[in-house]
């Protein structure tokens, strides 16, 4: 069995920082890619950022110089670093891990970036 961590949502001013990190832990030895996503009521889910064990990272247009992911092997942990926020950032983010056949999901942290 796998558990999924995630933490740092919250509530923050426009052009303001947040700190997402997710950890997976349990019957799971190595994550090969690593994604966040977001979602708002009423829209599909949308990617946000991957990182593939190797170094290859993605970013969506929306987030792109601004959102950097990062990951801690060691400790199967994944990272996202979200700078400038806008009011369209705010969204449920959830983070996935692929390692396998198998994705594990996180269970969802709710951003909210308002005045």
């Known amino acids: 069995q796998v558990q999924m961590l995630e933490s740092g949502g919250g509530l923050v001013e426009p052009g303001g920082s947040l700190l997402l990190s997710c950890t997976a832990s349990g019957s799971i030895s190595w994550v090969q890619t690593w994604t966040w996503y977001r979602q708002i009521p009423t829209k599909q889910r949308e990617l946000v950022a991957s990182d593939t064990r190797g170094g290859n990272t993605y970013y969506s247009g929306s987030v792109e110089g601004r959102f950097t992911i990062s990951r801690q092997d060691a400790q199967n942990t994944v990272h996202l670093r979200m700078d400038n926020l806008q009011s369209a950032d705010t969204a449920q983010y959830y983070c996935?891990?692929?390692?396998?056949?198998?994705?594990?999901w996180g269970q969802g942290i709710q951003v909210t970036v308002s005045p």
């Open positions: 996935a891990a692929a390692s396998g056949a198998y994705t594990y």
